[in-house]
């Protein structure tokens, strides 16, 4: 009685506790959480009016932050950073990160009986978790700047799956090939910039327009610029139509338009003409990796594309470097970086990068065959044929012919190549093109990551198929990266000579690049040397450093020659609102005597990115303004998606999740769409219409092949099953792929089997029944628990059996009764339960056949 009593005190004391915590002001329910680059999920909060409270540990845990410990009346652990230690105190109503205190207000703080919730402006004023709020459909968006666990996973696991996808590692259960529509229309890009200035500075416009589909089974491509201050000219157009089939041998890519020509030859204007290859779009195993390092803006984001899949990305440093090491691919490897502002906007073009070595699988041929007409005023004839065969998985050699009618010297150029991997980790390379140049490349990788690579070329003395005169043109790289505890650093240096007829010209690079928690910086020294001529140095130095929303950015470039400076530049750059940046910088240059000002605004909308921005030099002022963006449409479920980057080349998937009432594996009129389904595949965006239920995932790649898993743990009613889970998507280039996603009505059939024996009836485990439809063909068994009970779910519509299994009451002796029960399952939403399926058996002295 006592203990009883004890109980009763305490339920009641929580019970008074939680009422005192918990003002009837605010109503408890559940909203769904969007945290943009991973999903959403739906979680508890606590509504005040239009103010929302989200529970701490939830938040924390659903982003993969380290809690350390957690309850009702405080919560502690780290946020990323191991260093950057948080205590949320609800006694003393008072936040700690990062050693300094955040007083809060009264009411700020809520506890409940499970769960500690905060006031949803600190998540974004304390820890830079933006929380945005929508009482109308009760969601909550999460943006943030920062690197967070849950990305870092995410995008790490998206290139685990894809690097097994170049080792040839895929398993599905369902195969969702390519189309080849007639004519379909899918894609649309655009692009306007104006400017104009003062003291009669002439004004400025620039309009682009893509247009992107598929005409007669073939991509195609459309690029249309104009410009207000040049006339109309055809070599700033674009065309180019493109069909694939992987399942062809002897030629699997055709092209037409203006192509790419790779050729040797000096070419300054676009080629007009057909490309045949039989080199496939899939990928091929990796067999090692090579070193790629360049610059880019500073603090912007590269993406590495490895023949259209992304590998890995990485941050440039203050100075704009950025350094990849590369999986090489057998056959050809086709390079693409992508390029992203400081704060994950998309803000530029695309790079495609020639790696020296081209490896094929032994006793494999590839072949690249392509004619045209430069677009220059000479209408220059041009022709290549190219091919590479793997004599075994070491080596490679190749050969070709290229042809251009203005080259002077001799208008036609046969080259051989090869490929040689000496050991696991020496590559080497050499190529001669006739009366033109040689060259050799070799390159040595340590699994420590240092890397030397060594490139010569010789040129032909009188050639003119290469728009210089050098004699010789020599390249050393040694680069290598240096880690530490709490720090990263890279260097390399570079040094290049090149000869000419009557001098020698001599460049040396050594840049260095650290960084070191919040700050991130580099040194970049260039020295020139000319013969006959005084030595040039000089080096840039660069540093930058966030703080939350702000972004620093100082750079300078200092002459050791002269003793002086040459330039410096301050930039700061604030994140304000939710998608807007604020961009402020000075420029100086001391040799030009020009000093620019800027101050520029971007806001990123869903769909378009904009620009204003002003601009003083010296005297001179300009006023500049942009807009970009796109979208993705499909004729056939009015599906139109609008987009703030690129469109063209890219395609989507349309998934249509149905009700499969009368599973013909087809949807019918009458079957409704279902809500609910979860999915997850290594690519793309995804976005879900609450409207018509359907899921949309844009940004993915031409010809990739892409795993999409599907999930039913979302869906409303257990009955309700995924025949099939695990789909392979071929990607059409601008084409939106509608997949309808069966969603099947299980019925479900439970009973028990008693064992009559000596006058007592019992459950009896183990036994195991069969089903069978109406053609008495066995479709599934089950087995009963210990207590007699059994039960199977997945059951379509129509009429069915049940029976022990013979076998089993055979070498048992037993006998059932009945020893068959029918039953019928009816076409529902629901999903129809039978529960009266009842067996008894006996034992049996002497051996008698069951009963029918």
Same mark, same amino acid.
């Given at each position: 009685m006592a203990n009883m009593i004890l109980m009763t005190g305490l339920c009641m004391f929580n019970v008074q506790i939680s009422q005192a915590q918990i003002d009837p002001e605010y109503e408890e329910l559940s909203i769904f959480l969007k945290v943009q680059r991973v999903g959403a999920a739906e979680i508890p909060a606590l509504i005040k009016g239009e103010t929302a409270y989200l529970p701490v540990i939830n938040?924390?845990?659903?982003?993969?932050l380290n809690i350390i410990s957690g309850n009702p009346d405080s919560v502690s652990g780290t946020f990323i950073d191991p260093e950057a230690k948080f205590f949320i105190d609800l006694a003393k109503n008072k936040i700690i990160y990062r050693d300094k205190v955040y007083p809060l207000k009264d009411g700020d703080l809520i506890r409940t009986a499970t769960e500690l919730y905060l006031r949803t402006d600190y998540f974004g004023e304390i820890f830079g978790l933006n929380c945005t709020f929508n009482f109308r459909n009760l969601s909550v968006v999460l943006s943030t700047d920062l690197e967070l666990p849950?990305?870092?996973?995410?995008?790490?696991?998206?290139?685990?799956?894809?690097?097994?996808?170049?080792?040839?590692?895929?398993?599905?259960d369902t195969i969702i090939g390519r189309n080849y529509p007639l004519f379909y229309f899918g894609a649309a890009d655009y692009a306007v910039i104006t400017s104009a200035g003062n003291k009669n500075t002439p004004k400025d416009a620039r309009v682009s327009l893509g247009l992107g589909g598929m005409l007669a089974g073939g991509e195609t491509n459309v690029v249309l610029n104009y410009h207000n201050n040049e006339k109309l000219n055809p070599r700033q157009q674009y065309y180019l139509w493109r069909y694939v089939d992987n399942n062809r041998s002897f030629a699997k890519q055709f092209l037409a338009g203006k192509i790419q020509g790779r050729s040797i030859a000096s070419i300054y204007?676009?080629?007009?003409?057909?490309? &045949?290859?039989?080199?496939?779009?899939?990928?091929? =195993?990796?067999? *090692?990796? @090579?070193?790629?390092?360049?610059n880019t803006e500073p603090n912007w984001t590269v993406e590495l594309y490895v023949n259209g899949v992304l590998?890995?990305?990485?941050?440039?440093?203050?100075?704009?470097?950025?350094?990849?090491?590369?999986?090489? &691919?057998?056959?050809?490897?086709?390079?693409?970086? =992508?390029?992203? *502002?400081? @704060?994950?906007e998309e803000r530029s073009t695309e790079q495609n990068i020639n790696i020296p070595f081209n490896f094929l699988p032994?006793?494999?041929?590839e072949y690249f065959a392509s004619t045209g007409m430069v677009e220059d005023t000479k209408r220059t004839r041009f022709a290549r044929f190219s091919s590479n065969y793997g004599i075994s998985r070491n080596v490679t050699v190749g050969g070709g012919i290229e042809y251009l009618s203005s080259i002077t010297s001799g208008t036609k150029i046969p080259f051989i190549n090869t490929s040689v991997r000496l050991l696991p980790n020496l590559l080497a390379s050499g190529e001669y093109d006739h009366n033109v140049r040689s060259k050799a490349v070799l390159s040595y990788n340590l699994p420590s990551g240092l890397q030397l690579e060594l490139n010569s070329t010789w040129y032909k003395k009188g050639q003119t198929a290469i728009n210089n005169t050098f004699e010789e043109d020599r390249k050393a790289i040694l680069s290598f990266p240096i880690r530490g505890r709490s720090f990263s650093a890279y260097t390399r240096l570079t040094f290049q000579q090149i000869l000419l007829p009557n001098t020698k010209y001599t460049t040396a690079e050594w840049m260095l690049s650290a960084s070191l928690g919040n700050y991130n910086g580099s040194v970049?020294?260039?020295?020139?040397?000319?013969?006959?001529?005084?030595?040039?140095?000089?080096?840039?130095?660069?540093?930058?450093?966030?703080?939350?929303?702000?972004?620093?950015?100082?750079?300078?470039?200092?002459?050791?020659?002269?003793?002086?400076?040459?330039?410096?530049?301050t930039e700061i750059e604030k994140r304000v609102f939710k998608n807007g940046y604020i961009n402020a910088s000075y420029e100086r240059n001391f040799n030009s005597d020009v000093n620019n000002i800027e101050l520029s605004l971007r806001y990123d909308f869903s769909f378009a990115l904009t620009r204003l921005s002003v601009r003083k030099s010296n005297d001179e002022v300009r006023l500049l303004q942009a807009v970009s963006g796109s979208l993705i449409h499909d004729g056939k479920t009015g599906f139109t998606n609008f987009n703030n980057h690129s469109s063209i080349g890219q395609g989507a998937i349309l998934l249509i999740p149905y009700l499969d009432l009368n599973g013909n594996?087809?949807?019918?009129?009458?079957?409704?769409?279902?809500?609910?389904?979860?999915?997850?595949i290594n690519g793309g965006r995804i976005s879900q219409s609450i409207r018509d239920t359907t899921i949309r995932i844009t940004d993915l790649e031409a010809y990739t092949n892409y795993n999409l898993e599907l999930d039913s743990s979302g869906f409303d009613r257990l009955a309700w099953k995924l025949p099939k889970k695990n789909y392979n998507v071929v990607i059409d280039p601008n084409y939106v792929k509608n997949i309808a996603i069966p969603v099947v009505v299980y019925g479900e059939a439970s009973g028990r089997v008693i064992l009559k024996e000596q006058g007592e009836d019992k459950g009896q485990g183990g036994v195991t029944i069969n089903f069978y439809n109406e053609r008495f063909v066995k479709i599934a068994q089950t087995v009963s628990e210990a207590d007699g009970y059994f039960s199977y779910l997945g059951?379509?519509?129509?009429?069915?059996?049940?029976?022990?299994?013979?076998?089993?009451?055979?070498?048992?002796?037993?006998?059932?009764?009945?020893?068959?029960?029918?039953?019928?399952?009816?076409?529902?939403?629901?999903?129809t339960l039978v529960n009266n399926l009842l067996f008894n058996i006996t034992q049996s002295t002497t051996y008698e056949r069951a009963p029918k």
């Open positions: 938040i924390f845990t659903f982003l993969k849950v990305l870092r996973e995410l995008r790490l696991e998206q290139m685990r799956n894809n690097l097994s996808r170049l080792k040839g590692e895929f398993k599905a204007a676009p080629i007009i003409g057909i490309q &045949v290859t039989n080199a496939a779009t899939t990928y091929r =195993r990796s067999f *090692g990796t @090579y070193t790629l390092s360049n590998i890995n990305y990485v941050k440039a440093d203050a100075s704009g470097f950025y350094t990849f090491n590369v999986p090489l &691919v057998y056959g050809n490897t086709v390079i693409k970086l =992508r390029f992203y *502002g400081p @704060y994950g032994k006793n494999e041929f970049s020294t260039y020295s020139y040397f000319l013969k006959g001529t005084n030595a040039d140095v000089f080096s840039n130095f660069s540093l930058s450093t966030r703080l939350k929303t702000l972004l620093i950015t100082q750079q300078a470039q200092f002459n050791y020659v002269d003793k002086s400076f040459m330039a410096i530049k594996n087809r949807q019918d009129k009458t079957e409704p769409r279902v809500q609910g389904l979860k999915i997850r059951f379509f519509p129509g009429k069915y059996s049940a029976k022990i299994d013979q076998g089993q009451l055979e070498k048992l002796n037993l006998i059932a009764t009945p020893g068959s029960i029918g039953f019928t399952i009816l076409r529902s939403v629901d999903g």
